[in-house]
């Protein structure tokens, strides 16, 4: 699994949070999509790998600018994590 952290200009609300997991689930293969517009970013867990031009492409005409995308393994925590 892959945990992909976005940084995203133009969340300003919980809707726009909304907005964004709406837009990359309908276009993506995610497990798990949150978003938090006080720290203008988005974490997606994923089985595949994410690149920026699929996130782009989920994005794009929402009036959201991607400014960073970062991937990197996953590993679930906790009791049933292994």
């Known amino acids: ?3 992909t952290i976005i940084k995203i200009d133009g969340m300003m609300c919980s809707m726009c949070e909304s907005h964004v997991n709406d837009a990359i689930r309908s276009k993506l293969s995610v497990n798990k999509v949150t978003s938090s517009h006080k720290k203008g970013e988005t974490v997606v867990i994923s089985d595949e790998a994410l690149t920026a031009q699929q ?3 989920a994005l794009d005409g929402s009036g ?3 400014l960073s995308v970062d991937s990197q393994p996953y590993e679930k925590k906790g009791l049933f994590g292994r």
């Open 64 to 66: 959201y600018k991607v």
């Open 1 to 3: 699994m892959n945990k």
């Open 55 to 57: 996130i782009e492409a």
